[in-house]
């Protein structure tokens, strides 16, 4: 603001408008600039602006234009007298507006602020106005409020110094573009202004003013810039789903490009088309080209084209895709003609170009950065930006970040479907929006009514390229929507095959959807091509699917595929094949939820069958929690008194799951009785898996004797029916027994032998096991840097397996030997992420072990009250009858705390204990997290 409290000034030079020639006796002073560039007045409170003024001026300067920032500084000169001559003599008035009025000189009825915006009269305006704003002054609230009411004023609020100095060069830029272009029209109907009639004629432009800011394109714009400007790119087509600004983009680059082409740029759009015949006479007609009697329109095309430099913009050529032929003998007969096109999918021209317009980015709902930092995002700043075009005082808080990243990742980053959903925030809070997100199609309509209909809601815009789909196609396309999360080409010939004619090939419909942007090629497990839709296409695809009467048999189908599926990966639970299949049963994971829920209500038979052979998935990748749930619901509803092996998988997983968990009363005797109907079976290599978790458990217990047996059993079983793999299991756990025993010899030696095995049979998960139980031996003989060796070189392998519990035994193992090496604060990481890791199992047991390792930690730097409190909860929570995840019973328990106790302060301590002993787990593990010095 002109008026504002003196300051000295502070802009350069080159920034500052000179003196006025005379501001005395009433006279008009006339301003001198260095030159004559168009001039752009700011206007804006001093202080509570800098940076943003300066923003500003770099944003001026960067077009080339010349910024006036009147700044009071020391002058002899009547203030008013001064910001009124400077603006009289700017172009374009920009006002930039926050909390403050500004000062209300004496003699005035209004701030130098208003008077400012007064006198701007009818220069263009581009006003920007700051939030959150909590503690705006009453006088620029009726300022604002009556700035809004105006007419043919740009209005716009900003949050960041980046956004704004973005939205000043964008909007100066197409201010400067509609005057440039309203000027040369007057001049060429006049005929008397500084664009000749016939240079007019010569220069064709007919692209449609952009009145609101491209977000964040700024790849694909440089991209498609560069490639445009190449003399061997004679086309260039940009390619996307529905909804992916294709248009928008193009527009913006052809505005970008219009110095370029000597000829100018035309813009032909083919949505209103469906007859590729057509096509030349749509482009004639862009071209100002009358026809010619007897003269086919093509030759007429040519004739007008061949000497010119021009670029030609297509838009939306998929609905006739027919007619690409065309643009091949434009090309080939015009030598200076370039043409951008946009389209859903690629012509196929020989010398065509492709650059595919992505969805924007997205943040991670689980990971959100601050908020200040979210509109890094371009899903989450064009949300933003078309929130606030509807609801102008519309910001972004902590409560409603999560809701506005989870809107733009749920709606796939795709700018149509962002744009409807911030259109609805003028009724609905970002957080009822989310709410009323499940479905997405119903929600998002309401577009613009000078939008094209397609662009009018998100579904009329799948369904324009649905339309364009030939029977077999769009049979395919509804068919591949009971796959959830993507599916590869084998998944899709096997589920959807029935579906097609005999002559239809599953492989060319497929690469037919990917042309047309409906599905996106990835990249699955061990490289394997993968393919999905974006979900708000899916759920199109499943509405069709469901008009179509198809949605039963293709569920059934999608179920009977992934049943078999997880059956064939059971069978490689151990050995070298693990790791691939485990990799596989991953990324397939919400297909085999999909099955599971439909399984769960249509066909039991196949949700025991899928939950029994997917037990150990869920074990060795984390998933306890919600693998255990999916096994206790299938247990539930099989008949308890069936002695088939398919209870009995069932049971063994159930079993599996609750002792990863901890619960060791549920899990007994689930396993006992899988163990019981195995052998009623015949079935020896199931009997010594389910037994080798029945000896786990029952050495947890501390019950060595029988743990030792029913590890001997099943190491003879797995011998006599040869799986090497479970005898190496076998061979660790009966070692496991030894050690605890304290024959740590015996069990050096059988825990070398499980290392050497699971090496010969390549089995990843078995060799970071072995390792880990070899760290334990030496950490027990007092070799602290031999056990860190071990357990480090068993992370990598453990990353690569996913096995959740496994990673979180070594963290622990990791901790205790950092810790007697000295390294404090590596110690607490490790029992901090362990730590973590049981949480995320719901693993009672393996907690409370991480936070003796933590007492560990506080009593080595002597904070006695802080040991005392984590002793105490340990105490309290320590299992009954069992001994921890590493070995350590009651009676070794006890000695650690009389050891740590003599150590430290005993009242301190006391104190402690006292309160850790009435801590619940939740209690307990808050405490260990918080931040301590160590």
Known sequence: MATAQPHAASENASTRPAEPESTQHGTTPVIRTPDQ?????????????????????????????????????????????????????????????????????????????????????????????????????????????????????????????????GLVVDDLALLLTERFAVTERVAVTQGNGPVSPEASERRRDNLPVQRSRLINRTAEVASARDLLRRKDVGLLTLTGPGGTGKTRLALHVAHNLREVFADGVVFAPLASLTDPNLVASKIAESLGIRDAEGRPVVDSLVAF????????????????????????????????????????????????????????????????????????????????????????????????????????????????????????????????????????????????????????????????????????????????????????????????????????????????????????????????????????????????????????????????????FVEEAELSWTGAARETWLERREVEHDNLRATLAWSKANAIAIEARMTGALAWFWYLRGHVVEGRAWLDDALARTDPSARTVTRAKVLTGAGLLAWAQGDYVTAKPQLEEAIAIYRERGEKRWTAAAQMNLAILTFMQGNLAAARSTYEEALALAREVGDNASAAFALRGLGDTYAQAGDLDTAHRMFTESLSMFRTVGD???????????????????????????????????????????????????????????????????????????????NQTGAVMSLAGLAGLAAAVGQAERAGRLLGAVGALFPADGVLLNGTDRAAFDRQVAATRALLDEGAFARGWDAGQGMTLEQAIAFGQADTPA
Not at 779 to 801: F, H, I, M
């Open 37 to 165: 560039r168009v001039r752009v007045f700011v206007s804006s409170t001093l202080q509570e602006l800098a940076q943003e003024r300066a923003a500003a001026r770099e944003a001026i300067s960067q077009l080339r234009l010349a910024p006036i920032l009147f700044e009071l500084g020391a002058r002899a000169h009547p203030p008013k007298e001064l910001y009124r001559a400077y603006l009289a003599q700017s172009d374009v008035f920009v006002g930039i507006y926050w909390e403050r009025y500004g000062w209300v000189a004496p003699g005035m009825d209004v701030s130098g602020l208003e008077d400012e915006y007064r006198l701007a009269g009818d220069k263009p305006k581009l006003i920007y106005v700051k939030a959150p704003a909590p503690e705006r002054e009453p006088g620029l609230k009726t300022l604002l409020s009556r700035i809004r009411d105006e007419d043919g004023v740009s209005y716009k609020p900003f949050s960041s110094v980046d956004e704004l100095r």
């Open 305 to 564: 084209l061949r000497p010119k430099h021009l670029l030609l913009v297509l838009d939306n050529f998929e609905q006739v895709i027919a007619a690409a032929p065309l643009l091949t003998q434009l090309l080939e007969q015009c030598p200076q003609l370039t043409i951008l096109v946009t389209s859903r999918s690629p012509l196929r021209l020989r010398g065509e170009r492709e650059l595919p317009v992505p969805p924007l980015t997205l943040p991670d709902p689980s990971n959100l950065p601050a908020v200040v930092q979210l509109s890094k995002y371009a899903a989450v700043e064009l949300f933003i930006a078309r929130a606030r075009e509807v609801k102008p005082d519309f910001i972004v808080t902590n409560e409603t970040a999560p809701a506005i990243a989870e809107i733009c990742y749920r709606l796939d980053g795709l700018p149509l479907a962002i744009e409807l959903a911030a259109a609805r925030t003028k009724l609905l809070s970002p957080p009822a929006l989310l709410a009323r997100l499940d479905r997405r199609l119903p929600l998002l309509t309401s577009g613009a009514r000078d939008m094209p209909a397609r662009q009018q809601t998100l579904r009329n815009a799948i369904a324009w390229s649905f339309d364009l789909l030939d029977e077999p196609e769009k049979r395919l396309f509804r068919s591949l929507a009971v796959f959830v999360g993507g599916f590869t080409l084998e998944a899709a010939a096997e589920v959807c095959g029935a579906a097609q004619d005999s002559e239809f090939d599953v492989l060319d419909g497929i690469a037919s959807l990917v042309d047309k942007n409906l599905l996106r090629p990835r990249e699955g497990a061990a490289g394997q091509p993968r393919f999905a839709m974006l979900e708000t296409i899916r759920e199109y695809a499943n509405e069709r699917l469901a008009e179509s009467g198809e949605t039963e048999t293709q569920q059934q189908a999608h179920a009977h595929y992934f049943c078999a």
């Open 764 to 842: 990843a998960w078995g060799i970071s096991v072995a390792l880990g139980s070899l760290a334990m031996v030496a950490l027990a003989q007092g070799d602290a840097a031999t056990a860190r060796a071990l357990n480090e070189e068993s992370l990598p392998l453990l990353r690569q397996t996913g096995n959740t519990w496994s990673f979180a035994l070594v963290q622990v193992n990791l901790g205790l030997a950092t810790l007697l090496l000295g390294d404090l604060p590596l110690a607490r990481k490790h029992f901090l992420e362990s730590l973590a890791a049981w949480q995320e199992m719901g």
